[in-house]
């Protein structure tokens, strides 16, 4: 069976669900909802259930809590669809019994009762009630599709499990990359998984301690950050209490303890600041409902450890629901000016929104004895989708009323659907899964994956953007924007600056992405080292993995940088590198002329001169440093010209993000431009930056300019340039 249990009533660890009294309700319970609806009777449904339904167009009683939940969120829904979905679950599941000795009926009763609560719309709830019957019956998908829609049977299809039978140690991680495909068509399948999760944690108490243990690992390493990332605060709230509980019982029982000793205090400090901040929006004329929200277990864990002893206050939060955006800020501005501000706590999620479509304002005021209170300011809507998140925004492929067919079902499923409420981090995932190669690594990088739990949006030169988790460097948002085409990335400019593809980015950077234009291009072994996400990692590991390395480590690294290490290249014969360089001639004529080492000065460069010992006259770049000192010093200059320009002698430095080949395609663009390399080095690779210096025999100085922009086209090379080096102190 896929969903066992045990009846709360039997003995056994104690869960936070049983633990909580009505006046620490978690704060994953919807404040929305006026009226607290107890706990499903898991015996008592049990008996109805068997009783089936009474005449056709009856509700069983059975799902009379999932009709009564239903409608209201959604008034006007047909339960019609429940109904023949609650026949069909109980006819086939008949004889089928949880762990708990209870029928199994109820836990998909449960899973759907706890969807509609959140709102969830027909199809969902249809599809939760059927979730375990192509599984665990003889009900097939085809019999599902036939009776209620594909709409439904997608659903269904995307949370049944694959058969271990099948896929023996690889059943549980192929399962999940099979949900989590589905659920990039339709989030709907995610949110009953997370509901199906959340039941058979409640109820996990009959399974043997090392199962629990493993259960509640898997819900914490996947479940939980699913939850959160798709927004649905109401799940993600309970599951971490139900896994604190089960794998961390000491300090759960401490927890505990704490919110009793709480919970028993003569005074209420956050009951009192409420009272504050309602006479404060009363005066201002501000409609406002202000609740107190109790933390949930895992929350009061988390702050006791940050704060250390806890003071009243910090057992809960404030949360202010208004009904308009504007009203937010006007709260807002009306406790800051009222009430004493932590200005240092406030964030505005609602200009900017969470990647998990949550909005809210947060801030957090302070009275005199030194308590501080947070609060939580929203809307009423924003509340409902920060509690419920996807599952709040309904069917994502329904046409407007307007447009719907008369009775409103379900429109024809039309096999690819584009979900407008895809998040960036869903889409990056989909994309690297597919690029696993096998289960583990996939269910390894999955978990990962899902422990990043910060993202941030830095915009593409081209106006588009991308979404990173935080820590994401050049490589990662190469990857994210071109796929394995990202082999070919040499180098980046952040924010119009050119950067090293290790640079990490934050948000709201501008990156420009700097491409070469070989198809062989290959990426640097370093750039693993620099991969922050799943899908930059894999494709990198994939090329190196038909790529070996060199044997030789120094090799290797050689390799992975593009150039070779420092070398000595002559390039033409002996009689090519001792051509005579380009001439000038000094005023008085005849004296001896010798260029700077420093700034290797050739036509048509403006130069000045400076004599020497000896009577020798020293050929400058007029912008040349070592000039300018001698000039500071009161060395008189001396006029010089070009003379004979038929050959002249230059060196010039390449700077370059480093790749493969690049040492030859430089050589190659020089040789094309019929240059001769007198001698080349190349610098060590720093920060995937190469430096190489040339100097090089040219035909004709006139051929200067050309040379130096063929050498700039070269795929990687960013800047070409004179060299300057310090000039020996001239006598």
């Known amino acids: 069976m896929s969903a066992e249990a045990t009846n709360p009533a039997t003995p056994g660890p104690a869960t936070p669900a049983t633990q909580r009294s009505a006046s620490l309700e978690p704060e994953a319970a919807p404040a929305y909802r006026r009226k607290a609806r107890p706990r499903i009777d898991l015996r008592r449904l049990g008996r109805a259930a068997l009783l089936g339904p009474a005449t056709r167009d009856r509700l069983p009683d059975a799902i009379g809590h999932v009709a009564e939940a239903h409608r209201a969120h959604h008034p006007d829904a047909k339960l019609e669809p429940l109904r023949r979905a609650y026949v069909l679950a109980e006819s086939s599941h ?73 896929y023996g140690a690889a059943a549980e991680p192929e399962t999940f990359r ?41 819900t914490r390493d996947v479940l939980i950050p699913l939850a959160e990332r798709l927004g649905v605060q109401a799940l993600k709230t309970e599951l971490e209490d139900l896994v604190f509980a089960i794998l961390h019982p000491e300090e759960y029982v401490r927890t505990r303890e704490l919110i ?84 240092s706590e406030f964030k505005d999620f609602i200009a900017v929104p969470k990647f998990n479509l949550y909005q809210s304002l947060h801030t957090a005021v302070t009275r005199g004895d030194g308590q501080v209170a947070e609060v939580l300011i929203r809307t009423h809507q924003m509340h409902k989708v920060a509690e419920a998140g996807v599952i709040a925004l309904g069917n994502p492929y329904a046409p407007p009323a307007e447009e719907q067919p008369d009775g409103g079902g379900d429109r024809p499923f039309d096999g690819e659907r584009a979900d407008p409420t895809r998040p960036g981090w869903l889409s990056r995932l989909l994309d690297w899964q597919q690029g696993a190669p096998d289960p583990d690594t996939f269910w390894s990088t999955l978990r990962e994956d899902l422990a990043q739990d910060r993202e941030i949006t830095v915009f593409r030169a081209d106006g588009g953007s991308l979404g990173l988790p935080e820590g994401a460097s050049c490589v990662d948002a190469a990857y994210a924007q071109y796929g394995e085409d990202a082999h070919a990335c040499i180098g980046a400019r952040v924010n119009g600056r050119l950067a090293t593809l290790s640079t990490v980015l934050k948000d709201g950077d501008t990156v420009q992405l700097l491409m070469g234009q070989d198809p062989a291009s290959e990426p640097s072994r370093q750039w693993l080292e620099h991969a922050h996400t799943p899908a930059a990692r894999i494709a990198i590991q994939r090329w190196m993995a038909t790529h070996p390395a060199p044997g ?28 005579r360089p380009a001439s000038a001639v000094a005023d008085p004529p005849g004296a001896s002329v010798r260029m700077a080492g420093c700034c290797t000065p050739v036509p048509p460069d403006e130069v000045t001169g400076f004599a020497v010992r000896g009577g020798v006259v020293t050929v400058h770049r007029v912008e040349c440093a070592g000039a300018a000192r001698m000039k500071s010093a009161g060395r008189p200059e001396v006029e010089v010209r070009w003379g004979d320009t038929a050959e002249c002698r230059v060196t010039l430095v390449a700077e370059s993000f480093g790749r493969p080949h690049l040492l030859a395609d430089l050589t190659e663009a020089i040789a094309a431009e019929g240059v001769a390399i007198v001698s080349a080095t190349v610098e060590p690779p720093s920060q995937q930056r190469v430096r190489h210096t040339y100097t090089l025999q040219l035909p004709d100085a006139a051929h200067l300019p050309g040379l130096m922009r063929a050498m700039r086209n070269v795929p990687g090379v960013y800047d070409v340039s004179r060299p300057q080096h310090p000039a020996p102190a001239d006598r």
């Open 94 to 166: 008949r004889g089928q019994m949880r762990k708990s000795g209870e029928p199994y009926i109820t836990h998909p009763l449960a899973v759907t009762l706890i969807l509609a609560e959140l709102g969830a719309e027909t199809t969902t709830l249809t599809a939760s009630l059927l979730h375990d019957t192509v599984e665990d019956t003889e009900v097939t998908l085809d019999q599902v599709r036939e009776e209620f829609g594909d709409e439904v049977c997608y659903l269904v299809d995307g949370v049944t499990k694959l058969e271990k039978v099948d």
């Open 178 to 218: 099979k949900m989590l495909v589905a659920t990039g068509n339709d989030v709907r399948v995610m949110s009953i998984k997370l509901a199906d999760r959340l039941h058979n944690m409640r109820t996990l108490g009959v399974m043997r301690p090392e199962k629990q243990a493993r259960i509640a690992k898997v």
């Open 260 to 343: 009793a000793e709480n919970a028993g205090r003569d005074d209420d400090p956050l009951a009192e600041i409420a009272e504050e901040v309602r006479a404060v929006l009363r005066d201002a004329g501000i409609q406002a409902e202000v609740l107190i929200r109790p933390r949930h277990f895992v929350s009061v864990h988390r702050v006791s450890r940050k704060r250390g002893p806890l003071r009243g206050a910090d057992f809960g939060r404030l949360l202010v629901l208004v009904n308009e955006d504007a009203d937010c800020y006007g709260v807002l501005g009306e406790l800051h000016t009222c009430l004493t501000p932590v200005v």
């Open 552 to 579: 030789d480590e120094e090799a290797s690294k050689a390799s992975a940088a593009g150039p070779r290490p420092p070398v000595a290249t002559p390039a033409r014969p002996a009689e090519t590198q001792a051509a």
